[in-house]
């Protein structure tokens, strides 16, 4: 136990993770992140992504008032992207969209700490009442990693994704902020 608190401490120090704006030159380097199997395979993209779709995905993005995407730095170094989709300021609501890229930094409790930040910027920056997020069956590291994180699961969309011949259910998970309700 002692030992676990200790490695996870030292994970924290190791690494210096910060979010930045997505701009142009980032652009090259999302797609060939978000066109990777193993990304895909996670995530509602069905179709590879080219220069053409990945400008348009940058426009939308620059003129959306539902989408806060930033790219993940590990010191200077880009290793993803993650924000939020589906912003409803009325409600203060939105969900949580997040990947590693590159694969060197999987594994090794970045998602963890990435995650943490997110929370913290959507209930503290964004002043968000819930944040929620969709998870295949089948993304087991990601039903740990959000369940650490104390999402609660809320629903099962059953037999709602159609990959590798099969039909799967998609988990919709959220986290209430907790202010909230100690306001109530
Ligand atoms: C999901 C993702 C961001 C997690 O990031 P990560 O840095 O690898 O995750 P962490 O190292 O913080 O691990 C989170 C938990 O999953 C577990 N885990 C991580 N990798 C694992 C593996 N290969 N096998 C089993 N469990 C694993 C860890 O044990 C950890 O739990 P613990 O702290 O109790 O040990 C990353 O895997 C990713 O980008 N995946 C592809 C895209 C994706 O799935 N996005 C989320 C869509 S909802």
Known sequence: MVNRMKNKLKIKNQYKINFKKISNNDLKQIKDWRNLNKIREFTYQYTLLNTKTQNAWYSSLKKSDEKIMFLILNESHPIGTCGFVHY?????????????????????????IILQKLIKYGFIKLNLHRIGAEIFEYNLISVKLFEKASFKKEATLRQSLWRHNKWWNVYVYSIINPGFTHNL
């Open 88 to 112: 409803d300021k009325l409600n203060k609501s939105a969900d949580v969209s997040i990947f590693i890229g590159d694969k060197n930094f999987h594994g090794k409790g970045i998602g963890t």
